[in-house]
């Protein structure tokens, strides 16, 4: 298996990301390897300044980057020799069975509808968070800003996406799925959730066990939480601060130290037609590892496969 | 002044709430009384019990109470003698100048509705959330769940609400108010804070300093926090599930601390005819204190009164 990595995407790219590059190979099992995408003489420098053969991995050459700032579209349109929209294009043709990168998030989106594009069936596809269980374990939550505006029927396929995904990557069994919402009971909500509430309920394909609230985010009540893009996003970003919070107070305790994102990677895109990550722009090596990882993950699990037949 | 307290109302109420009624007795000034609206007898009994002269209060007595799981608008139509309907009744009549309680949230809003009325001006009144700075001081967020679907014009006003209940009860000189959004550059957001952005950005009511994200709301950006109800509700009940956390695990942190919902009495509505604050559920006698308080500041400051003018 090849994995693709933009080595040119991140706050602190393209540094942070060749040295997670060989922080990933170190892990990684014969048989699985590494594709750099991104400038090559930058990354062989990096790479022999910490004497490491650049032999072990691949590299495809790019000369354009995209910037986080950029606007997604057009840069997608405008800059096809960017690391971003030639990582993709190594997607579709199959030379790389899974693509991750820690650059700009709407372009990522981007470049994954124009290329591998959305499985047929899926009507938006949706970027995941991982939320730290009191309990152990983890909890998946999305849409996280794919989809500022969502209508019903997607919140009921997030559901879908988000099982499966909980499913073959995490290992969760008949993964419980809840609405995120403003009370547990079924009049409760706004009209996007009294319309979703329904058919969720009615779902064969998955485990709907109800409403949520947002003290219930960290608890058992569900694997999987829904919600629309700019709620996500909002929740997301108010538990990063937390997290950000305690590691300044000097909090050393097992629970908070599980939000630090560097462990899970990043937010994956489901719904498209392959495995793709989109890491934290701040990401570390250790983090551009574990985004690797996921992806890696994404790919042996057969996920997107999976994902296709339930929307058949 | 009179202050009205409904004792019938929150999950340990009576007992909590008339508990609670003798710690605000001994920090209200002279001139300050309070009207305890509920059963009498029971309140009677508890206050001997305490050791505490029932002289020192005024009582309305009441025959029913609504539930904290009644259905908001069936209860208050169906319930005239109930402690809510009677309370929001001694409102409009002028009996007491203030009115609190720890009980149905839906109710407290449809008794408001029905009774003191929205100001002339205001398309709805919204609810308030408290949130403590990370570098002291506190922020207010609204609307946290009386208005699950909001308009642009809506959010509008929220901003003008929460600006003046901010410099009125809270000193904050010219708070600076923000949008709650998913980016902070003026074109990002779902179709509402786009819709709302450029009505914000042009009031000259308030000092509208644009968007913030859900990692901004223990920090300085601003002092106001606008979004829709949905979004706040999730927001400030992840935000207490994270002071119950911190609690839990020992943590004793001036900031964390600083989240205890028990200082700040509880959420007013803004936009009605009268001082009014809904307390939480699980009110303590500290917390029933605090909400007494908080509804007496709203008195003495004249907000409804400034809210009024700035709605003319």
């Known amino acids: 298996m090849k ?34 995408v991104g400038d090559k003489d930058v990354a062989v420098s ?10 072990h991995f691949e590299f495809v050459h790019t000369t354009e980057v995209i910037g986080m700032g950029e606007h997604p579209t057009k840069a997608i349109a405008q800059k096809p020799d960017s690391s971003i ?14 693509f991750s990168s820690a650059g700009n998030t709407g372009a990522m989106l981007v470049g994954a509808m124009f290329s591998v ?23 998946i939550l999305l849409d996280v800003g794919a989809n500022a505006d969502c209508k019903p ?20 069994a008949t993964p419980k799925v809840a609405l995120m919402n403003i009370g547990e009971e079924e009049e409760k909500g ?9 058919l969720m309920k009615a779902s064969s394909q998955y485990n709907f066990v109800g409403n949520v609230e947002g003290r219930d985010l960290f608890g058992d009540a569900a694997d999987v939480f829904v919600c629309d893009g700019f709620t996500g996003n909002i929740i997301v970003k108010l538990a990063e601060s937390y ?47 574990n985004m690797v990882l996921l992806s890696r993950n994404m790919a042996e699990s057969n996920l997107v496969e999976k994902i296709k037949q339930a929307f058949v």
Chains 1, 2 share one sequence.
């Open 117 to 139: 594009k959305t499985i047929p069936g899926v009507i938006r596809p949706a970027l995941t968070a991982i939320v730290p269980k009191l309990k152990g374990g983890l909890g």
């Open 46 to 55: 990096i790479l022999q300044e910490n004497e490491f053969n650049p032999d």
């Open 190 to 198: 706004n009209i996007l959730s009294l319309a979703a509430y329904p």
């Open 243 to 289: 997290y950000v919070i305690t590691r300044k107070k000097g909090f050393n305790d097992e629970f908070f130290n599980r939000f630090n994102y560097e462990q899970y990677g990043g937010s994956t895109i489901l719904g498209i037609n392959a495995p793709v990550v989109v890491g934290h722009g701040i990401s570390s090596p250790e983090a551009i590892k």
């Open 85 to 98: 929209a030639r990582g993709y294009n190594l997607l579709k043709t199959g030379e790389i069975q899974a």
């Open 3 to 36: 994995i693709g990595l933009d080595i040119m995407g991140g706050d602190y790219a393209p540094k942070a990301a060749v040295l997670g590059a060989i922080e990933a190979y170190r892990v990684l099992p014969a048989g699985q390897s590494l594709v750099l």
């Open 153 to 172: 029927d997607m919140l009921l396929q997030f559901g879908l996406l988000g099982s499966l995904f909980a499913e073959a990557v995490y290992g969760i």
